[in-house]
């Protein structure tokens, strides 16, 4: 076969050069010193990498070192990478990192990470393997710094947006990259812009199969590759949610995107223990969960109380009374001309609220606390029930910090160590169960329950990840006979969610075409009118999971094919 | 190359381009450049620019290199320079450019009788890089006599043996070539070339069936498409760039060695 053979000839000429003018010669050792580097830089195989050599304070994983040879070797430093929550996506992207700097190829890097996790980002590339990451703070590090992490919230605005826009960068790594699937976003179109030669997107949420997804994430890997939008969607209609049937497509994902599941792995994962914690309401707190219902039906149809709202009310008095309180007075607020019946409803409501003098599940906590004598994540979906909480456990001498979403990134840092290092509990809102790392912990008690799995899947992701040594104890509180006590039961009794780990339920539930599981529950509770509707109800959604969840055991079985996507 | 690895090099390079190192402790060193290495290092053309016109003392830089913050003192600032840095890299680079062309002849003293015969060599120490859409280096190092054309592989490694010298030493003399150092270079890159002509060529092979696989791939998102020309025929560059297999041979430096006859 024939191939090019291309002999640098450069040198040549300046040899010649330096022999009429008899010099100037090297010196002996820095000829040798030269010499030295080139064999500390050669790469001496096709295959492999040169970066493990290079880093004694860190031994990657099989799996995240079969992740970096693959993005580099195989996908042209382009690449999807969406293993399960914990697998340690940042080890990879820093892998890859590495990798291109040893071989020259990557100088100027953006690192684009959610703000709660730059400080980590920063400390982890620059302590296990020795990159000199700089954290932005002011606009001139930009230009300054060849390796930059940042919230994409702070990029994205000006005076940053067009300070990036003229750097060339070498990588561009963005993590929680799943908020890029939408290409009518603001988001969307800053990543777009950025002149990138590498691109590694970081996501924990596969591709949810959609061919409007793929479109878009490709696209922002490699602009034009897919032909035009219009064509495209043409080709593949734009909403149809399965990729499999088309080999192009499932070819083209595979080629770009990478996802290890924890079973893929082979690394024993320490366990889930899962405890359901079924508590009794007070006799008050009976009456106003009752009466809220009863509202309900009375109420059906009535202007300014959305069964969203009702549904909302109810789940928040399996909370707290402070949750309900806090909504009541939202609720009146809001509303621009209250009808009478409103005032009168709230009223009423408010009256229950105030009669409620104790909270049964902060006092089943408070004695679960004690018993296990270790530091506690306690997650709740409202903030009047965490800030009630941290209230209520200070009143008994347990020390706990908030954690909530909306903390500025220092502050998040903070209350991270204050519970490492000071703090028995921490208290987190939902919102503020993402982006942080909180393996020296291992007990979760989930105050109430969020109706999308994904998001338990979350909060339990935060602590059971690598680096968790001890098994997991997961305890879920449900008050008896409630909205609660339904969704407890099809999530862990018929689902068994909670034994399952990370990402098989994701994949089943993008499996199915029956759109999002909050809204099905939303449907159920809100307009079932008899507990025995509701039942039926729930039962459906329970079979149409429990099919799904068959049916790609079943695929597994006769594939047993070990393809990236599923 | 660990950081050790990487402090050591530090303290070679800068010893052997004659800047003075100041301080040298754990973990750390500072380094008052030369004013050549500053003009290498810091990119400040300007600078230099302007004190040659005005006639100013020079101000060569100082550079803090930290190889190890763990057990560098905390109070010490400067670069961190590890295994992929751009500071590194540079180093590599002006290395390799402060030592592309080397004159050097073996140390024997003769007698003011009998006076030594050293015989001309010409070395290439050169880095072949097969390249598809992955790399794999060899480096090869070739010395070629001047005289009767004898060709010696691993050239470098036979050459750390010897006591060598940049001036040439009394009561020797150094033979004129036969060959000329041009035709000497050709006959090299000659040899080179028709070995690697009658290597394996399987890995070109396989990256063509890659790129054959993929460009098919992307020649299937523009069927039935009618105006793809230009984002197609972009596309399918960057294709080639990326898969298509040649062979680059890069020289790292090179130059004379006169040498005894029992040398090699």
Redesign the interface.
């Known amino acids: 076969?024939t191939?090019?053979?291309?002999?640098?000839d450069s040198?040549?000429h300046?040899?010649?050069k330096?022999?009429e003018d008899d010099?100037?010669?090297?010196?002996?050792?820095?000829?040798?010193?030269?010499?030295?580097?080139?064999?500390?830089?050669?790469?001496?195989?096709?295959?492999g990498l040169q970066?493990p050599k290079?880093l004694?304070d860190l031994t990657p994983l099989p799996h995240q070192l079969e992740v970096a040879k693959k993005v580099i070797?195989?996908m042209?430093g382009k690449a999807i990478l969406a293993d399960e929550v914990g697998l340690g996506k940042t080890i990879e992207a820093g892998l890859i990192l590495?990798e291109y700097?040893?071989?020259?190829l990557v100088?100027k890097v953006l690192i684009l990470v959610p703000a709660s996790l730059v400080t980590q980002w920063a400390m982890e590339l620059?302590t296990k393997?020795?990159?000199?990451a700089a954290i932005q703070r002011k606009s001139y590090v930009w230009e300054q710094a060849?390796i930059v992490v940042s919230s994409i919230d702070t990029a994205k605005r000006d005076p940053h947006k067009d300070i990036i826009y003229n750097q060339n960068y070498d990588l561009v790594i963005i993590d929680e990259a799943h908020k890029l699937k939408n290409n009518k976003t603001k988001n969307y179109e800053f990543v777009q812009n950025l002149k990138k030669k590498f691109c590694l997107l970081l996501t924990a949420t596969p591709i949810q199969n959609r061919i409007s997804e793929i479109f878009n994430l490709v696209s922002l890997l490699?602009p034009?590759?897919?032909?035009?939008e219009a064509?495209?969607y043409e080709?593949y209609k734009k909403d149809a949610r399965s990729i499999n049937d088309d080999e192009?497509l499932k070819?083209?994902v595979n080629?770009v995107m990478i996802r290890n599941r924890r079973q893929d792995t082979g690394i024993e994962w320490t366990k889930r223990v899962v405890e359901a914690v079924t508590i009794e309401f007070s006799q008050e707190e009976k009456e106003l969960y009752d009466s809220i219902l009863h509202l309900k039906d009375m109420d059906a149809g009535d202007e300014g109380r959305s069964p969203f709202s009702m549904i909302t009310l109810q789940r928040e008095a399996c909370s707290s009374r402070e949750a309900v309180y806090y909504t009541l007075q939202n609720m009146l607020k809001k509303t621009e001309q209250p009808t009478e019946k409103l005032i009168q409803n709230v009223q009423f409501l408010m009256k229950k609220v105030e009669a409620v003098q104790s909270n049964s599940k902060a006092n089943k906590t408070l004695e679960l606390i004690k018993k296990i004598n270790d530091k506690v994540i306690i997650f709740t979906e409202y903030r009047a029930t965490q800030l009630y909480l941290q209230w209520f456990l200070k009143q008994h001498g347990i020390t706990s910090v908030p954690f909530r979403g909306g903390f500025k990134r220092g502050k998040k840092d903070w209350m991270r160590d204050l519970f490492k290092n000071h703090a028995q509990v921490l208290i987190a809102t939902e919102a503020g169960g993402e982006g942080i790392n909180l393996q020296f912990c291992h007990h979760i008690i989930n105050f109430d329950l969020p109706w999308n799995p994904m998001r338990l899947e979350q909060r339990i992701g935060r602590i059971h990840r690598l680096g968790q040594e001890k098994n997991v104890m997961i305890y879920n509180f449900a008050i008896k006979d409630t909205v609660e006590d339904h969704i407890l039961k099809l999530l862990y009794e018929k689902i068994h969610l909670f034994e399952k780990v990370v990402g098989d339920l994701d994949d089943i539930l993008t499996k199915l075409d029956f759109g999002k599981i909050d809204d099905h529950m939303l449907d159920i509770f809100s307009h079932s009118r008899t507990e025995g509707e509701m039942k039926i109800k729930m039962d459906n959604l329970t079979s149409m999971i429990e099919f799904a969840q068959s049916l790609k055991e079943e695929k597994e079985h006769e594939a047993s094919g070990n393809t990236s996507i599923s | 190359?660990?950081?050790a690895e990487i402090h050591q090099?530090l303290e070679?390079?800068f010893?052997?381009?004659s800047c003075e190192i100041l301080e040298n402790k754990q973990g750390y060193l500072i380094v008052q450049l030369t004013i050549d290495l500053d003009k290498e290092l810091m990119n400040r053309p300007f600078y230099w620019h302007y004190l040659e016109k005005t006639g100013g003392t020079p101000n060569p830089a100082k550079l803090t290199l930290i190889t190890n913050?763990a057990i560098a003192p905390k109070d010490i600032k400067g670069?961190?320079i590890?295994?992929?840095?751009?500071r590194l890299?540079q180093l590599?680079a002006c290395?390799?450019k402060?030592?592309?062309?080397?004159?050097?002849y073996e140390n024997r003293q003769g007698k003011a009788q009998e006076h030594t015969a050293l015989k001309p060599w010409i070395n290439?120490?050169m880095?072949i890089s097969?390249q598809c859409?992955?790399?794999?280096?060899?480096?090869r190092?070739i010395g070629l006599q001047l005289i009767n054309g004898q060709i010696v592989d691993d050239f470098?490694t036979k050459l750390?043996k010897l006591p060598?010298t940049?001036k040439i030493p009394d009561f020797a003399f150094t033979l004129s070539p036969l060959i000329m150092?041009?035709s000497g270079?050709t006959r090299i890159?000659n040899t080179?070339?028709q070995t690697?002509l009658a290597e394996d060529?399987t890995?070109?092979?396989e990256a063509k069936q890659r790129w054959a696989k993929?460009l098919r791939?992307?020649e299937?998102?523009?069927e039935?498409?009618e105006d793809?020309s230009e984002?197609?025929e972009?596309?399918r560059l960057a294709l080639q760039e990326?898969y298509e297999?040649?062979?680059?041979?890069?020289?790292?430096?090179?130059?004379f060695f006169y040498l005894t006859s029992e040398a090699i």
Request: proline residues 5%; hydrophobic residues 40%; charged residues 25%.
């Open positions: 076969m191939i090019s053979i291309n002999f640098d040198w040549n300046e040899m010649m330096r022999m010099g100037p010669w090297a010196n002996w050792e820095l000829y040798k010193l030269a010499l030295e580097v080139e064999q500390h830089t050669i790469i001496p195989e096709f295959e970066a290079h004694s070797e195989d042209n590495k700097m040893i071989r020259g100088k620059n393997f020795f990159i000199p060849d490699k034009g590759h897919l032909g035009n064509s495209f080709k192009h070819e083209l080629k | 190359m660990k950081q090099f070679r390079f010893t052997a381009t913050p670069e961190l590890h295994f992929g840095s751009p890299h590599f290395a390799k402060l030592s592309g062309y080397i004159r050097l290439i120490n880095k097969y859409d992955r790399k794999r280096d060899v480096f190092s470098q750390e060598l940049a150092p041009k270079i890159e080179i070339k690697l060529y890995w070109a092979e993929d791939l992307l299937h998102f523009y039935d498409m793809y984002s197609l972009t596309e990326q297999p040649k062979i680059n041979i890069s020289i790292i430096n090179g130059g």
